[in-house]
């Protein structure tokens, strides 16, 4: 655990988690760029995802923040509303969804730029990212684990009993699903058009048992699960919801040589 700045040069300081959070966005913008390069999508549709991901995340880590101060305020409305203190993940991922979908639907007709070849790879990305995230958050000694004395628990200088490193079982989680996408995508095997579906419903049960394991404060929704097992109940659904719409529309996220041709003739034009 490094909770302390690893580098500081006046007031400029440098932590372990704001690494790990930088090493995460530069990885996932490197899966973008080489597997939309590997699997010959249009620069134009790479692109967009390129640069307005880079908005999203900002957008994300406002969302949230927002996410979990309305949890906090819900857990104790007597301390008040405080914005920015902590951030929750799921909050940051639905609030950054619907960002990048608006600025989509917003843009697609003028840039030409279709979204849907796109889908299976933003997974990967999401993923890995993810996965370093958490490893910096396992430096910072957030989101923590329940006491815990088996052969898994660490100790964290703030605080006093041994715990599960539920940030390591969620990272090991995100990297072993980041293979299994990267594996059915760039294999080009069926189940690599349902790559969107498949990361909302596991990572949703995932993120909701790993839930059972954490020991830190993460606020309130009124209810007797946390807010982060609420949301993931809500991943989860959507998950299931767009399996159903990709079945009934079957080629909507493949990327078939026709896919691919239609979203070049659009760049082209």
Sequence with gaps: MLPNPIIELGPIKV?????????GVFCAFSVIYFYSKRLGIPTKNADFVFYNGIAT??????????????YDYIE????????????TFIGGLIGGAVFFLAVYFILRNKLKIRLAPMLPVIPCAITVGHALGRVGCFFAGCCY??????IFS????????????????????????????????????????YNLEIYLVAYGIARF????????????????????????ILLIVAGVALLF????????????PTVVEAAKEEENK
């Design 15 to 23: 932590y372990m988690y704001g690494v790990m959070i930088a090493v």
């Design 57 to 70: 995340i900002a957008f994300g880590f406002f969302s949230a923040a927002l996410f979990q101060s309305v």
């Design 76 to 87: 104790d409305p007597s301390k008040g509303f405080h914005f920015g203190q902590r951030i």
């Design 145 to 150: 684990g329940k006491p815990y004395d088996g």
């Design 154 to 193: 660490v100790k964290f200088p703030n605080i006093a009993e041994r715990v599960h490193p539920t940030q390591l079982y969620e990272a090991v989680f995100l990297l072993l699903l980041f293979g299994v996408l990267s594996f059915l995508l760039l294999k080009k095997y069926k189940a690599y058009k």
């Design 209 to 232: 048992v790993i839930e059972f394991f954490r020991g830190d404060d993460r606020g309130s929704v009124g209810i007797a699960i946390s807010p982060s097992q609420m949301t993931s």
């Design 245 to 256: 719409f990709h079945i009934k529309f079957r080629n909507v996220f493949e990327i078939t």
